[in-house]
Structures are given as C-alpha cells and as structure tokens.
C-alpha cells in the first residue's frame, strides 16, 4: 500500500499513467484540477493526442474548502470505491466506472464524464432528458434491492453494514438534514426576509417529532447500502444516459433517505422554476418535475417488486409482503425529501435552483414556496397515497405572491 | 492472548485459580460441569474451605449438544464479555458480574448464582418474588437507553455497533424465530393434535406478512445493545434481587425484541397455568403474570422517559419525540412476544412451562392457548394501546376446551 501524500498535478499524471487504462509511456499527458472544491482534490488528466482522459480523485484529511481545521477521515476513499463497485456489479449502465483505486493513498481513478452534464444544471436549464427520472428509479431499485436482506442473506448482509460503517459522514448527514435547520445555529444561511418563517419551524413540534423520527431512522434503519448524497448534483446526463457518482457518503440506512434526496431535488428545481423559467416555459417545468416524481417512484417500485419476486428469504419472500415494505419506503421518502427542501433552503449547503435566481423577491418567494412544501411533506408523508396525491400537493403549494 | 484448547475441569480450576478473586494458591478447589449443555461449557469451580465459587464458562467451536457438525463462531464469548461489560456499566445490580475474560481462551469467569433460582422454574413453582417484572423493567430502561442514540453520540454509537456485530447468533435467532415455525420445516417439534393448528399458521398470509416485517425490523432497525436472549431462563432471582446472564445472542437491534421475549415469556407461563396449577392458584398466578406484564412495561417506560430527559441529541430530545418512540417500541414489544409464543409451542426450543404439563389433553390445549394467543398478540399488536388492553385480550384469549 502507498503511503499517502498530498498529490499536484504532476502526481496525477503519474497516477494514471502507471495505472490508467491506454496511457502508455510515451504519451505526453496534462492535469488540471476540476473539483468543486468543496471536499476533496479531483484532478482530470487528459492524453490530447488520444483523445482519453480518466478523473483522479484524492481524499484529503481534512474539508478542502475549510482547510486542516476541519479534519474529516481519509476512510472515505474507501467507502467510495466500496460502494462504486456494489453499485457498479449491480447497475454498471447507471454507476460512475471505478478504474483504479490506491487504498494507501486514498485515490480513486474515475471515468472521465466531463462530456456529460450535471442533472442540476440541465434541470435549470430547462434541457433534462427525458429518460432521466426513469433511470435513476431502474438505478435506485437496482441497487437498494441488491444490497438489502431481499437479497443478501442475513450473515452476509451484516458483514456488509460493518464494512461500510461510515460514522464520520454520517454525522456530518445527520448534522446538517436533520438538527442544524431546526434550530437557529450559526452554520445556517437564512435570508432576513426568511427569518420569520425558519423561527416558525423552530417553534413547530409536531413537524420537529416528526423531524426526530426520520433522523432516528437514518440513524438506526440499516436496509440497504444507500449512495448517502443522491442529490441531482450527483448525477451526470446525457440524452442516452445516466451515471451516479460521489458515492463517498455511502452508507446502510433507509432506502427513503436516497429516494427522498432524489425527489427533494426535482421539487427543489420545481419551487425555482418561477425564478428560472417565468411564465409558460416554468409551467411546463413544473409538470415535467410533477411527473418526474412520479415516473421516478414508480420504476423504482415496479423494477424493486420485479427483483423481489426472486427473493430467497423464509419471511420476506411471504407474498405481499414486499408491497407492505414499499409502501413505507415511499411515507420515508416523502419524508426524507422534506428535510432536503428545507435544509437546501437554510442550511448551511444550498442549491442553484434557488440561490442562482437574481430577483431578489422572486427568489424569496421561491424559497417560502420550499419551505412550505419541505413542511408540508414531512407531516402528510402518512396521508400521501401515492405519486399522484403527491403531485396535487406540490402543484397547490404556491409561493404566497400568488403568481406561477 | 491463550492459545484456545478445549476445557477440563482441572483446566477450569487453574483458570479459576490463576484470576478468580480470593483463591490463594493453598486453595483447594473443585470443578463440576453446571451446563445446561445447549451451547456451552460451564464449570462451577469451588473453594469449599472459604465458602467461594465462581462459574467459568467456555464457548466451544460448536454447539456442544449437537457436536462438530454444527459449527458457531467461538466470537460469541467476546460478545457476551462485551455485553455484560456494557449491561454491567449501566445497570450492575441486575446484571451478572464479569470477573475476567480470556479472550483466546473464549472463556468469562462468572460470578456464581447457583444459590439463586431460574425465573422460570420459580414461575412455574408460583413462587416468583414480587418484584421481579419491575426490577426487569428497571434493568430494560438501564441497558436499552445507554445503548442507543438517546444517550450515545452518533459516531460512538456507530462504533459499537461494529463492535457488536454478531452475525452468527443473529442468524440463528432469526431462523428459529421468524423462519421455521411458519413452514413445515424439520426442525419442528409439532405435537400431531397441533398439527393441523400450525398448517393454519402456514397458511395465515396476513400474520406471515406481520412476521416478515418483524423479522425484518430485526435485521435492520439497531435501536441499541440488546440482550438478545430474554427469556425466563436468562434471569436469576431471589427475594431481594435479580440478575440477567446469558448474553452471547447480544447484538444491535429494535428494543422491542427483549420486551417482547420477556413478555412473551411471561404470558407463556400464563398459558401453562390450568396444567401447572389447576383451579383457583392457576387463575391467581394467571392475574399475577397479567399484572407484571404491565408492570415490566410501565417501569420500562417511566424509566427509559426519565433517562430521556438527559438526552443531548438535539433531534430527538425534542419535546414529545420519546413518547412518539416508545409507543411504537410497545407496538413491537407485543408482535415480538406473539413471536416467541408461537416459536416455543411449535419451533425447535421449548419450554416447561408447556411441555412440563403432564396431562397430555390440558398441556395441549395450554399449547393451543399459546399459538392462538400468539397469533392475535403479532395481528393486533397496533389496535393495543397499552397494558390493560394487552390484558384484557390475554385474560379473553382461553384454549378451547372452556376450563379455567
């Protein structure tokens, strides 16, 4: 194993020439660092002449944009490449190619997606795909189902919750979903004009019990092994594809904490779409978001359902049995998606689709809208049959100016 | 670390002597065989002179009534030294007190409480002391907080979870507790006049869908450190205390399922009464079990609500949130003891509170009694609302023939 060291760009170059696929040794190769900067150094090393490239990403032992006062473990590397590889033996058409991993130096090589586009932008921009939400539901059955007890027996499912047992990451999950937005803690970013409504929350006990729950939950509820951070910044598109990547917050918990990151998201992009797209172009966004939602839930469930039919356990395999599961999968995610508006909205890592809107009271309105909707979601989560009334209920909750 | 080797007595009496406390070298001690013989060895080594003994136990590569056939994980006494360690921090008055571990050796030295009697046989002798449920319930609140996230941060809970993976044990519990009972499997034990009430059992869709999600709850939901093997059996007793020992089946899991296996076993012998002790004794001791069922829990519920006030995470101290918890832990509590009754009546390890019925008419229509309780306990566990309903629905659920 390497021992670790801080990598430049000429290490890089290094890297992927003794280990990247097609770099052979007389190819003159460049490096440019392309990360977002936020955890992590990712370098993307290209062979012009060639035309390849591959994507070294290294774990530093600390928060990259706070610096070494904010130390985080270098064991994330590893639960990145561990989950990339389950996801990718499960759904290799939809999981981002691990190329190489060097443990010691907490490297992982990547296929290069620079070609690609991120789901958020492409949301933004009013140009998603229209497949996307259907292969991200094949994607999230394929893999929730692949390791969860449906699939795995008893023995080696908990051999796999100890493998990626990821306590520093998920503390810092569980950080900022479900305490940091519900108290007034220094780490949240509210707009003045959004005081008033984040007190609201604060005072709200039935919604701050409910809160409690989903974060026991994600706490306790090991069902399968969870990307941990499917937010649409996560995903790459294009028209003829999808790919999942940063899988570094990986974890075992409740499969509605993905599905919920997911249609938290797409609502997200749906509360902004007065900002981004005013008018009919905004409208028809929004129906697109309202049906993404629904067509997402519903691969997930029927490709899930699919899967289970070739269950081997005693008890679970009971028929009926599975539609019971998933019918608490989905008060989950509606759940889950809940706590993602609303700490996108005040917490401390915000979105595009709602901080990148530049009127100001368009962008307030947008953001009570978010608000709204997040706290509307995690107390009606039980009272939601399914895609549709969820649908009715994203497109009644308007941001107060009455327009849209 | 020892090099592992099979026990003798001798070998016994020099562990004893080389960690126990008190024995002097000029000791002379002597060891016996104490076991109930399922899993184990347990020695009991003894300084007649000075009045002193300790119980040593070793945990064979096997199960020690089947033989080398049936292999277990010798890791088993690492966890129950864990969980004794942890239990005895928390709750040392009704905890078994760990005087050394050898962990090569896979041998705990005990403290002794041969002078103390089996919860069960003083229950089936109708001579159980008066506070044992509370005591029991006490102990539940003590263990179960200080395991779980109301008391450990997030990344020490995550550790210990690690820490207590117990796959192998796990697998068992659920193979005889949610597997074997509900299909033909030749494990069972079935009377042939309960025959024909089992395959009703395994044809009972809408109970084995609430199984599938019990045992499903026990696979994911690591609400904290169990003692994983609660039954009567498990408990020593006198009039003045109560100590819990047998904890190699200790692993993360829903509280709910130690509640539920003392609850269960509690109801167990209150199913056994008209055999046990027929006429007015039988119905006085039958009261006595209804009440301390809802004395276990009360106890359990106050004290668990008390600790919670010292909870620091700042999600789940919210005001009202313990309740929300505990309501849902009393849900699973009674579909766990429903569990336990059908797997002790029908599955592979029984118990003399049934089977030790002589007369073979009243002992099946006690077993009756039990699966048909069982059943109603697992199918009406969410229409309870608390221990007088769960009373009243014991004290209304008779076996057919109409006595008692």
Redesign the interface.
């Known amino acids: 194993m390497s021992q670790y060291h801080v990598f430049t760009p000429e290490h890089a170059i290094d890297y992927a020439r003794r280990h990247g696929p097609g770099f052979d040794t007389g190819a003159r190769l460049s490096a440019a660092e392309v990360g977002d900067g936020n955890l992590n150094q990712v370098f993307r090393v290209v062979d012009d002449a060639r035309g390849r490239s591959v994507i070294v990403k290294q774990a530093l032992p600390y928060i990259r944009c706070v610096g070494e006062s904010w130390p985080l473990t270098r064991e994330r590397a590893r639960i990145e490449a561990g989950v990339l590889r389950r996801h990718g033996e499960h759904c290799p058409e939809h999981t981002v190619a691990l190329l190489h991993q060097d443990a010691g130096l907490s490297v992982l090589m990547l296929e290069d997606l620079s070609a690609w586009r991120l789901w958020r932008q492409a949301l933004m921009a009013g140009e998603a795909p229209a497949e996307t939400a259907d292969r991200l539901g094949h994607y999230l059955a394929r893999v929730l189902y692949h390791g969860s007890?449906f699939h795995l027996?008893?023995?080696a499912?908990?051999?796999e919750?100890?493998l990626f047992?990821?306590?520093?990451l998920?503390?810092a999950t569980?950080t900022v979903f479900?305490?940091d937005p519900?108290?007034d803690h220094p780490r949240n970013q509210i707009a003045p004009a959004l005081r008033p409504l984040a007190e609201q929350l604060w005072r709200d006990?039935p919604l701050?019990?409910r809160?409690?729950?989903l974060?026991?939950r994600f706490?306790?509820?090991?069902?399968a092994l969870l990307h941990g951070d499917l937010h649409t910044g996560s995903v790459f598109v294009t028209e003829g594809g999808l790919k999942v990547f940063d899988a570094e917050f990986g974890c075992y918990g409740p499969m509605g904490f993905d599905l919920g990151s997911a249609i938290g998201n797409l609502l997200l992009n749906h509360c902004g779409q007065p900002g981004l797209h005013p008018g009919e172009k905004g409208r028809a966004e929004q129906r697109r978001r309202r049906e993404e939602v629904q067509t997402l839930w519903r691969r997930f469930h029927d490709d899930f359902t699919a899967l289970a039919a070739g269950c081997a356990?005693?008890?679970?395999a009971?028929?009926?049995?599975v539609a019971?599961?998933l019918a608490r999968v989905w008060r989950d995610s509606l759940g889950y998606a809940g706590t993602e508006l609303i700490r996108r909205t005040i917490g401390i890592a915000q979105v595009a689709d709602l901080n990148g809107i530049e009127e100001e009271e368009t962008r307030l309105a947008c953001q009570r809208t978010a608000l709204t909707l997040g706290r509307a979601l995690i107390l009606e989560a039980d009272t939601l049959a399914g895609g549709k009334e969820l649908a009715a209920l994203v497109a009644a909750c308007r941001q107060p100016s009455g327009e849209n």
């Open positions: 007890d027996a008893s023995i499912k908990r051999a919750m100890v047992s990821n306590p520093e998920c503390a569980e479900f305490d519900y108290h006990g701050k019990r809160v409690a729950a974060k026991h706490l306790c509820d090991a069902q356990d005693p008890a679970l009971e028929p009926g049995y019971d599961f």
